[in-house]
C-alpha cells in the first residue's frame, strides 16, 4: 500500500503540486537529513544536501520508475548521488580558499542528537561485524566514501556483479539485524 502512496505522491509532485512537496519532505525529511549527514558530518551540510534533493525532486531531474524499485531507495540514491557532489564542492573550495575556521555554535549539533547519532553509529558498527570482511569493506567504500560500484570492482579486484552482489547481500543482512532500530530512525 505505500508503495502505491509513494507513486501517487510522486505523480502529484511531478505535476507541480506544493502539498505533496510538503508531505514528501514531511514523511522523508528526516530519513534523507540522517542519510546525508552520515556522508557529510555535519548539520548544515545535511541540511543543504536535503534541500538540494527537494529542488531536484521539484524540478523533475531523475525519473522514478516503480518497476526498477522501491521509491525509498531511489531517494536515497539521489540523497547519496548529492551528497558526494556536494563534497565534491566542499573539497574544491578548501583547496581554492585560504584555511578558515569559523563556526559557529549554533551550526554543532545538540549533545542529545550527538548522544543519538553516537548511539546509532555503534548500533550500524555492531551490526556491521555480522557482515563477511569482503561485503564490509565494498559496504564502507560505496556508502561512507563514495566510490562507485565500478570503482570499487576495479579496487578490489572483483567482477561488478560481485560487487553489485555484495551489496545486496550487505544490505539484507544489515536491514534483519537492524530491524527493530530502523523503525524508530525512519
Known sequence: MEKHED???YERLHAKDQAAMEM???KYGKLLY????????????AE???QEVMIKLWRGKGVYSAEKGRFTT???????HTAIDYLRKQKRHTEDVIHQE????DSQPGVEEMVEWKHRSERVKEAMRVLKEEQRLIIDMFYFKGYSQKTIAEKVNVPLGTVKG???????HLKDELYEERRDWQ
Not at 531511489?74 to 547519496?80: A, E, K, N, P, Q
Open 48 to 50: 543543504e544536501v536535503v
Open 166 to 172: 555484495r551489496i545486496r547481500l550487505a544490505l539484507k
Open 24 to 26: 514528501l519532505y514531511d
Open 7 to 9: 507513486v501517487q505522491l
Open 34 to 45: 540522517s542519510f546525508a549527514y552520515k556522508m557529510v558530518y555535519n548539520s548544515a551540510g
Open 74 to 80: 531511489w531517494l536515497l540514491t539521489i540523497t547519496r
Open 102 to 105: 569559523t563556526e559557529h555554535e
